[in-house]
């Protein structure tokens, strides 16, 4: 394009001195751009397009006024329109490569990641707890070549016999223990019964009370890890059940822990709520929030508030120091210490319910929401 200007400027050279003029006063230059030259402008360089004249603003030995030299670039410069054509052929050669090697680059790039891709939607289809021959097919390293993807598929291969053998043996000893545990529990419960028919003093009625209570916390607490191991019980988890007939329930089986303490419990019910889940997952839930507000209140420190919403319980216990201001148990509960805490938890999320606990200087409250 520049070859192609000076052609033009070379063809018009006769003329094109006489084109070029100078002027010292602003009244004498052209009548097109009088006007601008009246408002001052900077020394320099200036093009006017629609009048085709270049100026150049220079100084003079007199400061006050300055020199003017207009350049008459009618005729001269090639047109615009050729400069166009120009740069949209540059660009057409130099773009038309650029389109193709990105489009190339986008085919090569999908069917080198296809592989990943299928290997990825094969493993997401996959039921981990419940494995089966024909998923290990699915992912044989054979099916994706002898590259990376092929590796990759061997390793999850692998990874996958590695779990399925280890549900197998979870599943296995889950149903051994099922019946090792309760054998001893009913051996204990009916001997139980037995002794509670005989005639027995003040003394001994006492021991077999005790001991049928720990034989019900055990029983309780059997049936409470045997559920989170099992959890394939998927058909009661969307029954409907009252709240209120499962608290009274915790709360006389976790009275004994409050005798001799000579603590009240309040019970407040603003509301009749129903529940949607598992009703075995939320009586050992509520069971073990009970039993951590009994067990940690010390004697004349209550009440224990138990206030029933329509969308959560909370269970509210007293906190206290002794005298060298060490904190009694019940705080130390309420940072994860308590009974069940965790199984608590671990069942809220298993059944889409929220879980929290609140400690200050006066109280414990631990929130059951749904």
Not at 119 to 135: N, P, Q, T
Not at 142 to 165: C, P, Y
Not at 187 to 197: D, F, H, N, R, S
Request: proline share 3%; glycine share 6%.
């Amino acid at each position: 394009m520049l070859q192609h200007q000076l052609k033009r400027a070379a063809e018009s050279y006769p003329s094109l001195t006489t084109n070029l003029r100078g002027y010292d006063e602003v009244g004498s230059l052209p009548e097109s751009i009088r006007e601008w030259a009246q408002t001052t402008p900077d020394e320099g360089l200036y093009e006017f397009n629609a009048e085709q004249l270049h100026v150049a603003i220079i100084p003079t030995d007199n400061e006050q006024r300055r020199a003017f030299v207009v350049f008459d670039v009618a005729g001269i410069e090639a047109a615009s329109s050729e400069d166009w054509w120009w740069l949209l052929i540059i660009t057409s050669v130099v773009g038309a490569p650029g389109v193709f090697g990105f489009a190339l680059g986008v085919v090569v790039m999908r069917r080198a990641v296809a592989p990943v891709v299928q290997l990825a939607k094969v493993v997401a289809d996959i039921d981990l707890e419940h494995l089966s021959a024909g998923d290990h097919k699915r992912i044989e390293s054979s099916w994706f070549g002898d590259d990376e993807v092929g590796m990759l598929a061997g390793t999850i291969e692998k990874t996958l016999e590695r779990i399925s053998a280890f549900v197998a043996r979870e599943r296995y000893f889950t149903d051994s223990a099922s019946h090792e545990l309760r054998t001893p529990i009913t051996v204990i419960t009916g001997a139980l019964e037995l002794l509670e028919q005989s005639d027995l003093s003040v003394a001994d009625q006492k021991v077999v009370d005790r001991v049928r209570r720990a034989t019900l916390d055990m029983k309780t607490t059997i049936e409470l890890f045997l559920f989170l191991a099992r959890e394939t019980d998927d058909g009661l988890y969307g029954k409907q059940f009252l709240v209120m007939p499962l608290v009274n329930q915790a709360i006389e089986q976790q009275r004994h822990l409050l005798r001799g303490k000579f603590v009240d419990v309040e019970i407040d019910q603003l509301a009749k709520p129903t529940v949607c889940g598992h009703p075995q997952a939320f009586s050992i839930a509520v069971n073990n929030l009970v039993r951590n507000a009994f067990e940690h209140t010390l004697a004349g420190q209550g009440p224990i508030t138990i206030l029933i919403k329509e969308h959560e319980l909370l269970v509210t216990n007293q906190v206290s120091s002794d005298a060298d201001g060490r904190h009694t148990p019940s705080e130390a509960s309420s940072h994860g210490y308590g009974l069940g805490l965790g199984i608590v938890q671990r069942l809220c999320e298993r059944n889409g319910w929220s879980f929290s606990i609140h400690v200050d200087a006066a109280r414990v409250a631990a929130r059951l929401s749904w």
